[in-house]
Every structure is written in C-alpha cells, then in structure tokens.
C-alpha cells in the first residue's frame, strides 16, 4: 500500500517538474528560461543619432594600365589628380526613391596614384534606406562609377560595406547604313540598367568631322549635326545625292549631383579623340 502512495506521489512530482497538470493534460512551461549561454542581437535603432558608416571602393581592375597607355605624351607635372565623389542620402521613409531627403552630403576624395582601393569613413544620422553613389573622374575625364547602392545605418555600431567601381558603359544600336532623309528614331542609345539611376549617354552625329571631343558645334552648322540623349532622337538626315559619311561618337556622363556645380561635366568619350584620330562613321546612301 505504503509502495503505491509512493510511486504516486513520484509520479505527479515529475509531471509538475515537466509542466503543469491542467485536466489531465500535461501543458508545457510558458515561460522558459533562455539557454544562458545563447546572446540575442539587439534590435537596430533608427534614431538619427551620430553612427559610423565605414565604405572600402575597389576600383575598376582595367582602368589603369589604359589610362597609361593613353597618357605616354601627357606633362606629368601638369596633369591632373584623379578625385572620388560619394553622394549619399536617406529619406523619410524606408526607401530612398520616396519620401523627402532628411540628409544628403557629397564627399570628395583626392586618390592615390596606383591604388586599386579608396576608403570613406563618415559619421551620419543612423537611418534606413540610404543610397550611396560614387564616381571617379580626372579633369574632364569620367572614369568610374559604382551602381547605387542601398543601406541601413543602424545606431551604436560601425556599419561597413565593399563597392565596386566598375568602367562607364552605354549600350548603342545603329543601322548598318542610312537612306538620303532617314529618321533619327533608327538610333537607340542607352545605358546598363544597373546604372541608370547615376549615368546618361548621349550620341553625336555630324555629316563633318570634328577635332576635339564633343565639339560637334565646331565644324557642323544647323542641319549637318544633330544630338541625340538615349531615345530621345527626333528628326531626319538631309536629302543626299551621292554616298555621305555619317560621323558620330558618344560619350556616357554621370549625374550632376554626383560631383560639385563648380566642376565642368566630365565625360568618357568613345571614341576618345585625345587619343585616337579619327571619328566612326556610316554611309548615307541615296
């Protein structure tokens, strides 16, 4: 009798340890102690308070080996430094292609000779959603570009994230050859969609040649030149009586927030007259 209380009273101590016994039904501990040994992230802050934001840019691979072999003849004591420009802004909402822009800053960057990377470590209102651009550009020149990037800055942490430059690109789809009066809508230019939000392109065409990059205006009066921006190409070539080169060349331009007002436009130019001599070219036939 004495084993049987014993064997009971055993039995509901364990359930109890188990659980809770509720109509005969063993329900387990709603409230669990946590695994000591596991650590929870904190949930991020947003508070617009003073965060680290730390970015390393590797720089497009290519670029400098052919920016020397076009620079042979160049005056190194005269030629001009290679600069970075990183714009950022965060708006108020979680996205940056909403709402209004609650901070932006454009920061300059005097690079390195040689150096395949460049870094920026700045202090900023811990925020979501911000958008980060950067250009590389010499002079005139429009060297590099990184796709925009998107991200969240949290309060009471560094933040740290790698951005690839790569080489300014643009897509061009031209007709083998022309008719005397063709449209212009036969030309399509364009640039990757990746950079769409950060470069343009545009397309020059002039039935004369011209010396100097983008100095269509020098050599074309009204009606042999013509400039095109993406798809944008209204109008028609002129009436032609014998076969007529049609020269054109392009050039793909960053944004103009994306560098100081006081800088002129830089361009990359294709063909690059700087160092090569003569323009592209397709026949207008009658």
């Known amino acids: 009798m004495r084993r049987g209380i014993l064997f009971t009273v055993v039995t509901v101590l364990c359930l109890l340890l188990a659980g809770c016994v509720v109509g005969g039904v063993v329900k387990p501990n709603p409230n ?12 991020p802050i947003f508070d617009r308070s003073p965060t680290v934001l730390s970015l390393e840019f590797n720089r497009y691979a ?13 005056d190194e004591d005269n030629k001009e430094a290679e600069v970075a ?7 108020d909402k979680d996205t940056p292609y909403l709402g209004n822009v609650v901070y932006s800053v454009l920061r300059e960057i005097e690079l390195e000779e040689g150096a395949s990377t460049f870094r920026l470590e700045v202090e900023v209102p811990a925020e979501t959603g911000y958008l980060i651009k950067s250009i590389v550009i010499r002079g005139l020149q429009f060297l590099e570009v ?12 560094i933040t740290s994230a790698t951005v690839q430059m790569e080489q300014p690109q643009y ?17 399509y230019a364009s640039v990757p969609e990746h950079l769409a939000k950060c ?5 020059w065409l002039g039935l004369n040649p011209w010396p100097k ?14 400039m095109i921006i993406g798809s944008s190409s209204g109008g028609f070539l002129p009436e032609v009586q014998e076969p007529t080169k049609l020269y054109y060349q392009v050039g793909v331009a960053p944004f103009g927030n994306l560098f100081p007002n006081e800088r002129p436009w830089p361009y990359m130019y294709d063909p690059d007259l700087d160092t090569e001599e ?5 026949w207008i036939y009658p």
């Open 32 to 43: 669990p102690d946590p695994d000591p040994g596991l650590i929870l992230d904190p949930e």
């Open 62 to 74: 290519n670029v400098f080996q052919g920016l020397r072999n076009g620079e042979q003849n160049v």
């Open 278 to 282: 003569e323009l592209p070219y397709i």
């Open 199 to 203: 470069t343009y392109v545009y397309v």
């Open 171 to 187: 897509i061009l789809q031209l007709p083998d050859k022309f008719y005397s009066g063709g449209s212009l809508g036969q030309i």
């Open 213 to 226: 990059n983008g100095q269509i205006w020098h050599t074309n009066e009204e009606g042999e030149g013509w």
């Open 85 to 91: 420009y990183v714009y950022m802004y965060c708006t």
């Open 146 to 157: 990184s796709a925009p990037l998107i991200l969240n800055v949290p309060a009471n942490t």
